[in-house]
């Protein structure tokens, strides 16, 4: 792996449906640390969250490609969904690197504090970490406040470099669990997803979309 080069983030999750954090903090991370792309991977069956199957992957592809279409810098793989059963991290980043080559940049894993603290639950995350080493971006209830304490606690021996990898970007806040509630509701959804995704949510009829979204404008 050639350190020189800009890095790459690898941003992974079932973007069901991807919100407008999903979209613009990723592309933030990249601005902090210099990356030269994001690469956004939707889940097949994440093996943490296997009791809600997610929706279709053609629709989640479709929302994420929409969202991102505004920045060259973002693409999305669907490696994960193409792959049959669970999908694990440390899977697709050694397919990943090797389709790039050797000499590829180096890859960063974004991932939200809840995730970076659970770290060590993940599949073979010992050989995972020094593949695509951690980016972390805090996320409530661990918030940039309480997020370096509780990693020293969880990481005693390493708690130094576990806090280099917090971002100091605005954290992530909603949640693709409150979108879709919003959406049964007829809340307003604006703030919270990218219009193109409304969009299409609206033509596919998809999370049993409520009344605010026909009085979206197109």
């Known amino acids: 792996m050639n350190e ?106 974004l991932i939200g504090a809840d995730q970076a603290l659970n770290f060590r639950t993940w599949r073979r995350w010992e050989d995972l970490e020094p593949l695509a080493e951690p980016l972390i971006l805090p996320r409530a209830p661990f918030g940039p406040d309480v997020l370096p304490q509780r990693l020293a606690e969880v990481y005693p021996e390493d708690a130094e470099r576990w806090c280099r990898r917090i971002l100091q970007i605005p954290g992530l806040e909603a949640s693709s669990t409150d979108v879709r509630g919003a959406l049964g509701r007829g809340d307003s959804l604006e703030a919270l997803v990218p219009k193109t995704v409304l969009d299409y949510i609206r ?16």
């Not at 490609?65 to 669907?78: E, F, G, L, Q, W």
């Not at 033509?203 to 049993?208: F, P």
């Open 4 to 109: 020189s080069k800009a890095p790459v983030i690898l941003f992974g999750g079932s973007f069901d449906p991807p919100h407008t954090g999903h979209v613009e903090l990723p592309l933030l991370a990249a601005d902090a640390v210099g990356a030269s792309s994001v690469v956004f991977i939707p889940a097949g069956i994440n093996p943490q969250k296997s009791e809600h199957p997610p929706t279709e992957g053609r629709h989640r592809v479709a929302m994420l490609n929409s969202a991102i279409a505004h920045d060259p810098r973002a693409s999305v793989s669907t490696i994960e969904l193409d792959r049959p059963g669970p999908s694990y991290m440390i899977d697709t980043v050694e397919a990943l690197a090797a389709e790039l080559g050797e000499g590829h940049p180096p890859l960063r894993l």
């Open 203 to 218: 033509a596919q009829g998809l999370y049993g979309s409520g009344p605010e979204l026909d009085r979206i404008e197109s």
